[in-house]
């Protein structure tokens, strides 16, 4: 199957934001998905961009499926951005029943954090997020 | 006690890595800190800083000049669903100058420049076993995104980044 993996452009941002929202789905949290192709292009191609962004892009028709190594050379290509730019870890969340990712990454070597040195991840949002800015200076 | 929270400069480089191995040390994984000042500097202070800075300091009874006490160091990133996030990646205050409000007064700060900046939310990670700050968090409304929705956190080391990257393409 040929296919091509290049940095996204604005122009990509609509099928991005598709994207976005199928991964969304597949990790049963498309309600949690707020932002459109819209946002999409303001942060990620303005002046000083929030976050970068590869796609892979298939030259026909053909609907992509899993299987025929895409994923790896997306993620070999992200690996080798990070190489480039002296990185010295790949960091990424996944969830816990996702089995199929997570072999897919322990395959290439990744390490489960959460596992072996037990972090979770917090996080402050809306409510929480305001209340803070609010605090009285007393703990 | 009188102290003042301000922006990192440069010259504040050599206490950022000593409160960065404080904290490390406090997380029982200090020989994983590899990191240098001029890592620090070059990476903080040059053209595309990738991370910012912000310090605690006052003045100790017992000395004339200013101490550094206490840090938080963070960067913007973002989250496909909701957009721009400030991630919080180190937090910590010498245990000497704790229960004195610094640390709420950083997180007050920092939830403040979230909402400045159109950041929908404020992201970090705690080490289970560090009940002390789970229970600083969960007071103030955090969410627990592991326990929650199951997100485990993965890391790739650089002999695995490397391997990957020069893996034949398919």
Request: net charge negative; aromatic share 10%.
């Given at each position: 199957?040929?296919?091509?993996?290049?940095?996204?452009?604005?122009?990509?941002?609509k099928?991005?934001?598709r994207m976005?929202?199928e991964?969304?789905?597949?990790?049963?949290?498309?309600?949690?998905?707020?932002?459109s192709y819209?946002?999409?292009?303001?942060?990620?191609f303005?002046?000083?961009?929030?976050?970068e962004?590869l796609?892979?892009?298939?030259?026909?028709?053909h609907r992509?499926?899993?299987?025929?190594?895409?994923?790896?050379?997306l993620m070999?290509?992200?690996?080798?951005?990070?190489?480039e730019?002296?990185?010295?870890?790949l960091?990424?969340?996944v969830?816990d029943?996702n089995?199929?990712?997570r072999?897919f990454?322990?395959?290439k070597?990744?390490q489960?954090?959460?596992d072996?040195e037990?972090?979770?991840?917090?996080?402050?949002?809306g409510?929480s997020?305001?209340?803070?800015v609010?605090?009285?200076?007393?703990? | 006690?009188?102290y003042k929270l301000?922006?990192?400069e440069p010259k504040d480089?050599?206490?950022?890595?000593r409160?960065v191995?404080?904290?490390a040390?406090?997380?029982?994984m200090e020989?994983?800190?590899?990191?240098?000042?001029?890592?620090?500097?070059?990476?903080?202070?040059?053209?595309?800083?990738?991370?910012?800075c912000?310090?605690a300091?006052?003045?100790?009874?017992s000395s004339?000049?200013?101490?550094?006490?206490?840090?938080a160091m963070?960067?913007?990133?973002?989250?496909?669903?909701?957009?721009k996030?400030?991630?919080?990646?180190?937090?910590?205050i010498?245990?000497?100058?704790?229960g004195?409000?610094i640390?709420?007064?950083?997180m007050?700060?920092?939830?403040d420049?979230?909402?400045k900046?159109r950041c929908?939310?404020?992201m970090f990670?705690v080490a289970?076993?560090?009940?002390?700050?789970?229970?600083?968090y969960?007071?103030?409304?955090?969410?627990?995104?592991s326990?929650e929705?199951?997100?485990?956190?993965?890391r790739?080391?650089?002999e695995?980044?490397?391997?990957?990257a020069?893996?034949r393409?398919?």
């Amino acid at each position: 199957m040929d296919y091509k993996i290049r940095a996204a452009r604005k122009e990509d941002c609509k099928d991005i934001a598709r994207m976005i929202m199928e991964l969304a789905v597949f990790e049963k949290m498309p309600d949690q998905v707020k932002i459109s192709y819209k946002e999409l292009e303001r942060d990620g191609f303005c002046q000083n961009p929030f976050f970068e962004c590869l796609i892979a892009e298939v030259s026909d028709a053909h609907r992509s499926k899993c299987g025929n190594g895409i994923g790896k050379s997306l993620m070999s290509k992200v690996a080798k951005i990070a190489a480039e730019k002296q990185c010295v870890r790949l960091q990424l969340s996944v969830l816990d029943w996702n089995s199929p990712a997570r072999d897919f990454y322990a395959a290439k070597g990744a390490q489960d954090l959460t596992d072996s040195e037990g972090w979770h991840f917090i996080r402050f949002d809306g409510l929480s997020l305001d209340n803070l800015v609010k605090e009285a200076p007393q703990d | 006690m009188e102290y003042k929270l301000r922006k990192a400069e440069p010259k504040d480089v050599p206490d950022i890595l000593r409160l960065v191995k404080e904290l490390a040390k406090y997380e029982e994984m200090e020989n994983q800190v590899t990191l240098t000042e001029q890592d620090l500097l070059e990476d903080g202070f040059g053209d595309t800083p990738f991370y910012h800075c912000v310090i605690a300091e006052l003045q100790p009874q017992s000395s004339d000049g200013l101490e550094v006490v206490g840090f938080a160091m963070y960067y913007f990133t973002y989250d496909p669903w909701v957009g721009k996030q400030l991630y919080l990646e180190d937090f910590f205050i010498t245990q000497e100058y704790r229960g004195l409000g610094i640390g709420s007064h950083i997180m007050r700060h920092l939830s403040d420049l979230a909402m400045k900046t159109r950041c929908s939310g404020m992201m970090f990670v705690v080490a289970e076993n560090n009940e002390s700050s789970i229970q600083f968090y969960k007071r103030r409304g955090a969410e627990d995104l592991s326990q929650e929705e199951g997100w485990r956190l993965y890391r790739f080391d650089k002999e695995s980044l490397v391997k990957m990257a020069s893996a034949r393409e398919e």
